[in-house]
C-alpha cells in the first residue's frame, strides 16, 4: 500500500465528493431547516451522518478528516446540539465549529484539537418548532442509554440509538451538549470546569449524564458536560473558554477511545483466534452461519499449523459423517452449509475424503432433476440476491473437489439467473424484485459468493472471463461507497443508514481475495482493505461482542423496512462467523506479521 496519501484522507475526500454530488445526501428532507443546517458546515470538516428519523430524514454530523483515526494524539472533542428543543443552540454550534475549524485566532487550538459536531439530533423536532420532541411520539433528550434491542428501529426514537451508538465507535475523549442559555449571556464568561458542568437538576437519562458511566456501543465511557451560550459571543470568550477546555483535558483519553486503540492493536490471527473462542462451536444443522465459522476455524489452524483444530471441527461433524443425522438441505441456508464439507475434503485422504465429497454432493445435486437435467437455477433462491453465495459456491467447490463439469455449468448458469434477477444498472445488488433497495449483507452474498466461485472455477472454463468481469465490476460500485470510517451500510447506497458489521466483511473478504489472486489491482483495493480492516476490528470486542450485525433478513417491502432491521449488539453468531472468515482470509494475505502495507 501507498503512503504518500493517508487512506481515510481519501476516504474522506471521496466521501466528500459523493456527498456533494447525491442531492439526497444533501437535501436531509423537505424542509429549508434541514437544509439550512447542512448549508451551515464548516468547511473543513466532511459532512457524514449518523442516523434517520422516523420520517426518513438523514441527522446530519460533520467530522474532522482525522475521525477514524483513533490514535490522533490532539484531544478529540465532540460537540452536540438540538436536543433541547432550541435552534439558537444549533445556530450556537454551527457558529462556533466554523469558528473553531477557520478562524485564525483559533489556529493554536486547532493543532492541539480535533473538532466533530453532531449540530441537530433532533432534526424533524426543530424543523418542525416541536421542542425536544420529535414529532413521532419520542424524546431524544431522554431515555439514555437506550435499549440495545430497539436499535434502529424504534417507533418513537431512533436518533437516541443513533447517537449513542454513533457517539461511542466515533469515540471522543470529551461531549459538550450545547443549549441555549436561560437568558441573554453566556457561561462562556467562565474558563473553569463550571463553564461546562452539567446542572445538577439535569435528569439521570439525559446524554451527558449517561456517557460519563455508560458505556456507548461497548466501547467505554466518556466524560462530557453541558455548554450553555447565548445569541452572541465574543472571538475573546470563546477562545479563553476552548483554552481552558483544552488545558483541562489535554492528553486525557476517554475509556472509550483507549478500548478503540487497544483493538487496533490486534493483528487478524489475533483477532481469528480471539473469535474461534466464542464461534465455530457446533453444527447443529447444516446451515450457512456455523459451518462459515467452522470453516473459519479451520483456516485458523492451517494458518497456525494447529492440527487440533481439524480433529476439533471433524468431532463436531462426525454424526453426519457416520450417516446418524441427515443433511438434506431444505433452503438456501442449507445448501451453503455444506460448504463445510468441501473445506474438510481438502484436508483429508482416502475414505474420509469420498465420504465428506458425497456430503457436499448431497447439497449440489439438487442442481440436477430426477432424470439428472441441468435446472434453470438452483432452488430454494427465493429470489433474494443471497442465492448468489447460497447456490454458487457448492457448486463450484464440488466441480472442483469431483472434476465433473456439469457442477461448473450449474454454477455458472444459476449465477447468471441471479445477476438478471437482482442486479441494478449502477453496479449495486437489489434485495429482491420487491424493492429496489441494495441492503449491506444482499451485496456481501454477491461479493463472496463470486469470489469464492472464481477461487473453484478452472482457469480455463470458457464462462470465467464474463464472471470475472462482472466480479470485478461489483467491486467497483462497492468500493464507491465505503464510508469515511471504513465501513459498509445497512443499506449500501444510504449513507444514513446504519454502518453494518458482516456486510462490511463479507466485500472486505471479496477484496482481499480478488487483490490475492490477482483478479483486482492491488494499488487500488489495498487502501479500501486497510481501511475496512480498521473499522472491522473497532467492532470487535472482548468476548466475541460486536457493534451493529444486522439480524436475519428476508426480502422487505420497502427501503423503510430495511432502515428498520434490528442492529445486534453484542455476541453474534452470524456476526461472528464472516469476522472469523475475513480476518483468517487477510492473515493468509498479509503474513505472519499481520500488517497491510
Known amino acids: 500500500m501507498t503512503r504518500r496519501q493517508s487512506p481515510f484522507l481519501m476516504a474522506l475526500g471521496l466521501a466528500a465528493c459523493y456527498l456533494a454530488l447525491n442531492a439526497t445526501a444533501l437535501t436531509y428532507g423537505a424542509s429549508s431547516w434541514a437544509n439550512q443546517v447542512n448549508q451551515s458546515r464548516p468547511h473543513n470538516l466532511v459532512l457524514s451522518s449518523l442516523g434517520v428519523t422516523r420520517k426518513a430524514t438523514p441527522i446530519p454530523c460533520f467530522v474532522d478528516p482525522t475521525a477514524a483515526i483513533h490514535t490522533d494524539p490532539r484531544l478529540r472533542l465532540l460537540l452536540v446540539s438540538g436536543l433541547d428543543g432550541s435552534r439558537d443552540s444549533v445556530h450556537a454550534t454551527l457558529e462556533l465549529a466554523n469558528w473553531l475549524t477557520q478562524s485564525a485566532a483559533a489556529a493554536g487550538l486547532r493543532s492541539d484539537c480535533a473538532i466533530s459536531v453532531v449540530p441537530c439530533v433532533n432534526i424533524d423536532g426543530l424543523a418542525e418548532n416541536l421542542g425536544p420532541r420529535n414529532g413521532v411520539g419520542g424524546d431524544p433528550s431522554r431515555g439514555y442509554p437506550p435499549s440495545p ?129 466464542h464461534y465455530g462451536h457446533d453444527l447443529n444443522n447444516v446451515v450457512y452461519i456455523p459451518a462459515v465459522a467452522l470453516i473459519g476455524r479451520l483456516r485458523l489452524g492451517q494458518l497456525t499449523d494447529d492440527s487440533a483444530q481439524l480433529s476439533r471441527v471433524e468431532k463436531i461433524v462426525g454424526p453426519y459423517f457416520r450417516g446418524e443425522t441427515a443433511t438434506a438441505p431444505k433452503s438456501g441456508s442449507g445448501l451453503s452449509g455444506h460448504l463445510v464439507f468441501c473445506e474438510l475434503a481438502d484436508r483429508t485422504r482416502g475414505a474420509s475424503r469420498q465420504r465428506y465429497v458425497e456430503l457436499a454432493r448431497n447439497a449440489a445435486d439438487l442442481a440436477f432433476d430426477g432424470q439428472g437435467h441441468l435446472r434453470p437455477e438452483m432452488p430454494y433462491h427465493v429470489e433474494m440476491s443471497d442465492a448468489v453465495f447460497m447456490g454458487g459456491p457448492i457448486l463450484a467447490r464440488v466441480g472442483q473437489l469431483t472434476g465433473d463439469a456439469r457442477y461448473y455449468a450449474a454454477c455458472i448458469q444459476h449465477l447468471k439467473f441471479m445477476k438478471r434477477l437482482d442486479l441494478r444498472e449502477d453496479g449495486l445488488y437489489r434485495h429482491s424484485p420487491l424493492d429496489t433497495a441494495a441492503w449491506g449483507r444482499g451485496n456481501g452474498f454477491p461479493a463472496i459468493g463470486v469470489a469464492m466461485c472464481l477461487t473453484a472455477l478452472p482457469a480455463s472454463h470458457p464462462d470465467r472471463k464474463q464472471l470475472l468481469t462482472a466480479f470485478r465490476d461489483h467491486l467497483t460500485a462497492l468500493a464507491g461507497h465505503q464510508d469515511y470510517t471504513g465501513c459498509w451500510h445497512q443499506v449500501i447506497d444510504r449513507p444514513e443508514s446504519y454502518r453494518e458489521f458482516t456486510s462490511t466483511c463479507m466485500i472486505t473478504f471479496a477484496m482481499i481475495r480478488g487483490v490475492r489472486s490477482g483478479w483486482l489491482d492491488a494499488d487500488r483495493y489495498a487502501p479500501h482493505i486497510k481501511r475496512a480492516w480498521y473499522a472491522i476490528r473497532t467492532r470487535i470486542g472482548p468476548a466475541g461482542h460486536l457493534v451493529d450485525v444486522c439480524t436475519g433478513t428476508g426480502k422487505q417491502p420497502n427501503l423503510r423496512a430495511y432502515y428498520d432491521r434490528p442492529a445486534i449488539l453484542g455476541r453474534d453468531n452470524r456476526g461472528g462467523a464472516m469476522a472469523l472468515l475475513v480476518a483468517t482470509e487477510l492473515a493468509a494475505y498479509v503474513g505472519p506479521n499481520g500488517q497491510i502495507e
Do not use: C
Request: proline residues 7%; charged residues 25%; without cysteine.
Open 149 to 277: 434491542k430497539s436499535a434502529y428501529h424504534s417507533p418513537t426514537d431512533p436518533e437516541r440509538s443513533y447517537l449513542w451508538r454513533w457517539i461511542g465507535m466515533h469515540a471522543p475523549d470529551l461531549v459538550l451538549e450545547v443549549r441555549a442559555a436561560p437568558q441573554e449571556g453566556s457561561s462562556f464568561e467562565q474558563t473553569g470546569s463550571d463553564a461546562w458542568a452539567i446542572p445538577r437538576d439535569d435528569p439521570n437519562d439525559s446524554l451527558v449524564r449517561q456517557l460519563a458511566t455508560a458505556s456507548a456501543a461497548n466501547t467505554g465511557t466518556i466524560p462530557s458536560g453541558v455548554l450553555r451560550t447565548g445569541k452572541s459571543v465574543s472571538p475573546e470568550q470563546r477562545l479563553r473558554l476552548f483554552a481552558a477546555v483544552i488545558a483541562r483535558y489535554q492528553g486525557k483519553v476517554s475509556a472509550a477511545r483507549i478500548e478503540l486503540q487497544r483493538r487496533l492493536k490486534r493483528g487478524p490471527l489475533t483477532v481469528a483466534k480471539e473469535l474461534s473462542g
